[in-house]
């Protein structure tokens, strides 16, 4: 169903931009002829972001009748403790909010639905182009950049990295932009100067909690009202801001979409039921609930009297830093195994930079004669820029 939704959408927009990357576009007919050319396939297909083979190698996944897995240019290759069902179409891999790596299972219906819900509450338009500039491999990025390009036409403009200059050459490009982006981002992007003016239709802001006086002051000094979302990689989207000025509460997460239930648990927990909620996980545990159409996550919330949903804490374990979820457990593996270490641990701790959220620290034993900067040494080769720790203590001086 959805290699047939992407023939329909290539077919209608065949001489529209599908994808710019710098000073190229590539047309919706361009990238079908590459998907038509590309090998078939008869497994899983591992789909790594960073140039438009990543769209291609999606599309011939669902042509061949296969799941995807997509994951950033990068990252070391994902284990999955079993093969996704016949009729597995995606493969999320994340530490998720239990900050512990694994695959979440969806079919198309679940793929589809999800894009089609955001499409329509956020008003996604093929006249108006998507900035890439949030990983296309992680949920947020995979369903309002990347869904929507492939089942509905809206045109993607990839920038490679967040930077200032970067991003202000793309908005010159275009008469008005989407720009899904992380709080991070837009506190950058602030201080910068280039909110000012800039050609945004719609700015978003996920991944990780939006703070007031950001939101605040880029509305003071840009005129632009950044709308809070919020979802989860097992269910998609959840809830929205679409209000036009700033929330009066860092915990508002705003309305929930079209088509999705939630109920508040006796402990508190956000549970979400809709069409878009995930079939299992690769390795699922007893605590989890995810199936039949439900999800529980492990966030904490109320709906108010306005019917918006609101946050008021989470259980989970994963890390945030700066809109990405980051697992301790993978963490502490790939440390360990550098043969350095007798015991350590990896955790979050808050951020001074209230846009980053959290920060990476990691107290650990080292083995007799390495140093500690040795150790960071090794812990490069072993771990991307982003997931290093900040903080680094040798056991019995840091106290989380």
């Given at each position: 169903?959805?290699?047939?939704?992407?023939?329909?959408?290539?077919?209608r927009?065949?001489?529209r931009?599908?994808?710019?990357?710098?000073?190229?576009?590539?047309?919706?007919?361009?990238?079908?002829?590459a998907?038509?050319a590309?090998p078939?396939?008869?497994?899983?297909?591992?789909?790594?972001t960073?140039?438009?083979?990543?769209f291609?190698?999606i599309?011939?996944?669902w042509?061949?009748?296969?799941?995807?897995?997509?994951?950033?240019?990068?990252?070391?290759?994902?284990?999955?403790?079993?093969?996704?069902?016949?009729?597995?179409?995606?493969?999320?891999h994340?530490?998720?909010?239990?900050?512990?790596?694994?695959?979440?299972?969806?079919?198309?219906?679940?793929?589809?639905?999800?894009?089609?819900?955001?499409?329509?509450?956020m008003?996604?338009?093929?006249?108006?182009?998507?900035?890439?500039?949030?990983?296309?491999?992680?949920?947020?990025?995979?369903?309002?950049?990347?869904?929507?390009?492939?089942?509905?036409?809206?045109?993607?403009?990839?920038?490679?990295?967040?930077?200032?200059?970067?991003?202000?050459?793309?908005?010159?490009?275009?008469?008005?932009?989407?720009v899904?982006?992380?709080?991070?981002?837009?506190?950058?992007w602030?201080?910068?100067g280039?909110?000012?003016?800039?050609?945004?239709?719609?700015?978003?802001?996920?991944?990780?909690?939006?703070?007031?006086?950001?939101?605040?002051?880029?509305f003071?000094a840009?005129?632009?009202?950044?709308?809070?979302?919020?979802?989860?990689?097992?269910?998609?989207?959840i809830?929205?801001?679409?209000?036009?000025?700033?929330?009066e509460?860092?915990?508002?997460?705003?309305?929930?979409?079209?088509?999705?239930?939630?109920?508040?648990?006796?402990?508190?927990?956000?549970?979400?039921?809709?069409?878009?909620?995930?079939?299992?996980?690769?390795a699922?545990?007893?605590?989890?609930?995810?199936?039949?159409?439900?999800?529980?996550?492990?966030?904490?919330?109320?709906?108010?009297?306005?019917?918006?949903?609101?946050?008021?804490?989470?259980?989970?374990?994963?890390?945030?830093?700066?809109?990405?979820?980051?697992?301790?457990?993978?963490?502490?593996?790939?440390?360990?195994?550098?043969?350095?270490?007798?015991?350590?641990?990896?955790?979050?701790?808050?951020?001074?930079?209230?846009?980053?959220?959290?920060e990476?620290?990691?107290?650990?034993?080292?083995?007799?004669?390495?140093?500690?900067?040795?150790?960071?040494?090794?812990?490069?080769?072993?771990?991307?820029?982003?997931e290093?720790?900040?903080?680094?203590?040798?056991?019995?001086?840091?106290k989380q």
């Amino acid at each position: 169903m959805l290699y047939l939704r992407w023939l329909e959408t290539s077919r209608r927009f065949a001489s529209r931009p599908a994808i710019y990357e710098g000073g190229d576009v590539m047309s919706f007919a361009e990238l079908a002829a590459a998907v038509d050319a590309a090998p078939g396939v008869t497994a899983p297909v591992i789909a790594r972001t960073g140039t438009p083979a990543f769209f291609v190698d999606i599309l011939r996944a669902w042509r061949d009748g296969q799941a995807v897995i997509p994951v950033e240019k990068e990252a070391p290759e994902p284990v999955l403790p079993r093969l996704p069902m016949d009729d597995v179409r995606l493969v999320k891999h994340t530490p998720g909010a239990s900050g512990i790596p694994r695959g979440i299972f969806l079919t198309d219906v679940q793929v589809a639905a999800d894009a089609d819900r955001l499409v329509a509450a956020m008003n996604l338009t093929p006249e108006i182009p998507n900035l890439a500039v949030i990983s296309l491999a992680h949920s947020y990025g995979f369903s309002n950049v990347l869904l929507p390009l492939l089942l509905h036409g809206v045109p993607v403009h990839l920038v490679p990295v967040p930077f200032p200059r970067m991003v202000e050459e793309a908005f010159q490009q275009h008469a008005a932009m989407v720009v899904p982006a992380v709080p991070s981002m837009w506190r950058a992007w602030h201080r910068s100067g280039i909110l000012k003016n800039a050609p945004i239709r719609l700015a978003l802001s996920a991944g990780a909690p939006l703070a007031l006086a950001l939101e605040q002051e880029v509305f003071a000094a840009a005129g632009l009202k950044i709308h809070n979302f919020y979802g989860a990689s097992e269910c998609g989207g959840i809830a929205y801001d679409a209000s036009e000025t700033p929330r009066e509460s860092a915990g508002l997460l705003g309305e929930l979409l079209p088509g999705v239930r939630v109920e508040i648990r006796d402990d508190g927990r956000i549970s979400v039921a809709s069409d878009a909620v995930a079939t299992c996980y690769d390795a699922p545990r007893p605590d989890d609930m995810l199936g039949g159409g439900v999800y529980l996550t492990r966030d904490l919330g109320c709906i108010d009297a306005t019917g918006n949903l609101r946050l008021t804490g989470t259980t989970g374990g994963a890390i945030n830093v700066a809109g990405r979820k980051v697992s301790p457990a993978k963490l502490e593996a790939a440390i360990l195994s550098t043969g350095l270490v007798r015991r350590l641990k990896v955790f979050g701790i808050p951020s001074s930079d209230p846009e980053r959220f959290e920060e990476i620290a990691a107290e650990v034993e080292i083995r007799p004669g390495i140093t500690l900067d040795e150790l960071k040494s090794a812990a490069h080769g072993k771990l991307q820029s982003w997931e290093m720790p900040r903080h680094w203590r040798e056991i019995g001086t840091f106290k989380q």
